[in-house]
Nanobody, 126 residues
Framework: VQLQASGGGLVQPGGSLRLSCAAS????????IGWFRQAPGKEREGVSC????????YYAKSAKGRFVISRDNAKNTVYLQMNSLKPEDTAVYYC????????????????????WGEGTQVTVSS
């Protein structure tokens, strides 16, 4: 099982980025996939998740209205479109597999995750 996040970079406040999470070694449509982030000195927090059962989506309060998660099962890829980015969005972003239908993001308990991908750095700065 592998998850590879990409698409991070340096962007100005108010800008946009689209992160991609490419999955391999398993069939994406069998699992929920979540996005998490970790800023320096802070705990890793859930940002968004998309379920596989009904395509339901979940967002942290900080992401709601600005971020959009989507999945393309044919490409085995999950995306996170991030708009109206703020300096406080600066963090390393990780995608992860959640066998329990987004429980990690919904409950804030990362132990529900069974596989983590390597992160991609997002820096929002002028």
């Amino acid at each position: 099982v592998q998850l590879q996040a990409s698409g991070g970079g340096l962007v100005q406040p108010g800008g946009s980025l689209r992160l991609s999470c490419a999955a391999s070694g398993f069939t994406l449509d069998g699992y929920a996939i979540g996005w998490f982030r970790q800023a320096p000195g802070k705990e890793r927090e859930g940002v968004s998740c998309i379920s596989n059962s009904d395509g339901g989506t979940y967002y942290a309060k900080s992401a709601k209205g600005r971020f959009v998660i989507s999945r393309d099962n044919a490409k085995n890829t999950v995306y996170l479109q991030m708009n109206s980015l703020k300096p406080e969005d600066t963090a390393v972003y990780y995608c992860a597999r959640d066998p329990y239908q987004c429980e990690a993001v919904v409950t804030g308990t990362n132990s529900w995750i069974d596989y983590w991908g390597e992160g991609t750095q997002v820096t929002v700065s002028s």
